[in-house]
């Protein structure tokens, strides 16, 4: 019955995807361009997904990574209770895992430990066993004594610990802050990154420039307790949320190795954050250069965007010397002509032997409302 639901549902997810819903982002030099979702539930906690079916989902869309983050609290074990199941919290991890191994799927065994805020919810990736997690936090009264002891267990069995949303509207209506519990786990080293965007709520410009201020690593997720294909339009082209990740090889280990290296961006509604560092390559990798000629009174530069997302550029200053569209947008796949002429006047000629093009890339944010500056130098072959 188990293998029928996981074969229907992935059935009716194919008939809504197409190509344009499959993440595409090109490797850059030297690291793998992984695709992940960081935080998802599934029917062993409150979601209402099979593990299977969440593998299934990634496949179709695209992903390398998916983080199975089942609640580390007493709705499990209410669902033993009741006869649901009869399994430990562990269990979702298992399933997933094996079914990864079929689909090409990394699988990160993880869990959200859930708490009032402050300090909110946390997931703890790459743990081994959440039982002794969950019997830490249900031990405890107070939301912030269960979150410390509960993510010391997670980080003795070598977790990475981010804290979720914390722009989330259920527990954050009116504004974002970052609470004095926050800052004791921060200084107990028991917060590796931070959820910048979830799908509840969107992108948190706060969380992104807390993380840029206390080097935590940007994490992105869906957060998705229903099927993908109920969460998400996919007929008009809406890319899942993930988190990039700029793994030396395909494997556990090499995501591990990212997070903590801080090599991540988070892709949202359009929009990709992250470090110049990091951004940069992936935006010299995303929308290649293809071809230069140099012709008497102009240049003509081919573009094309490797990507699945539009490429949104905008002129930036230190080029006033050439005349180029101060507005463009690259869209996926699609491959453009673009010319520089003189500044003179409208059809000058070009004159310079080299010079430079500036842009600012408008969905590429390397801290809040700051895009992606970009120049690339040019020069006349002689």
């Not at 906690?45 to 593990?51: R, T």
């Not at 689909?103 to 859930?114: A, F, K, L, N």
């Not at 507005?327 to 796949?333: D, G, R, V």
């Not at 453009?336 to 600012?360: I, M, R, T």
Request: proline content about 5%; glycine content about 6%.
């Amino acid at each position: 019955m188990k293998k029928f639901y996981s074969i229907l549902i992935l059935c009716v997810a194919s008939l809504s995807l197409s190509a344009q819903n499959k993440h595409v982002f090109p490797d850059v030099e030297g690291f793998l361009t992984l695709k992940g979702e960081m935080h998802i539930h599934t029917r062993f906690s409150d979601g209402d997904v099979w593990p299977t079916s969440r593998i299934d989902e990634a496949y179709l869309e695209g992903l390398d990574v998916v983080c199975i983050t089942d609640h580390i609290d007493d709705r499990h074990r209410r669902m033993v209770k009741a006869g649901l199941f009869n399994c430990d919290l562990n269990e979702s991890y298992r399933i997933a895992e094996k079914h990864g191994k079929k689909r090409g799927i990394i699988v990160i065994h993880g869990g959200e430990v859930t708490r009032g805020l402050p300090p909110g919810h946390f997931n703890t990736l790459f743990v081994t066993d959440n039982e002794p997690i969950a019997a830490l936090n249900d031990a405890e009264k107070d939301h912030y004594k269960a979150m410390e002891a509960s993510l010391t267990e997670a980080r003795k069995q070598g977790s990475f610990n981010v804290w979720n949303h914390p722009h989330w509207s259920a527990q954050a209506p009116n504004e974002t802050k970052w609470f004095p519990e926050h800052t004791k786990l921060y200084k107990k080293d028991l917060m590796d990154g931070i959820e910048i965007y979830n799908s509840c709520d969107g992108y948190s410009a706060e969380a992104h420039q807390w993380a840029i201020d206390r080097n935590l690593t940007l994490i992105g997720g869906t957060d998705f307790h229903s099927p993908v294909a109920l969460e998400m339009n996919f007929n008009a082209g809406v890319l899942r949320p993930c988190t990039l990740i700029f793994s030396k090889e395909r494997s556990v280990e090499g995501v591990k190795e990212a997070l903590q290296a801080r090599r991540t961006a988070v892709y949202g509604d359009g929009m990709i954050y992250g470090s110049e560092e990091v951004l940069t390559p992936l935006f010299e990798a995303s929308l290649e250069m293809t071809d230069v000629k140099f012709h008497k009174r102009s240049c003509e530069i081919t573009f094309v965007n490797r990507t699945n997302i539009p490429i949104i550029l905008r002129k930036a200053p230190d080029s006033e010397n050439v005349q180029y569209k101060r507005f463009l947008i690259i869209y996926p796949q699609e491959t453009v002509k673009y010319w520089v002429g003189g500044s003179e006047y409208y059809g000058a000629p070009l004159k310079l032997d080299e010079f430079d093009l500036s842009f600012y890339v408008e969905n590429f944010h390397t801290a809040p409302q700051k895009p992606l500056l970009y120049r690339v130098h040019l020069t006349r072959p002689q």
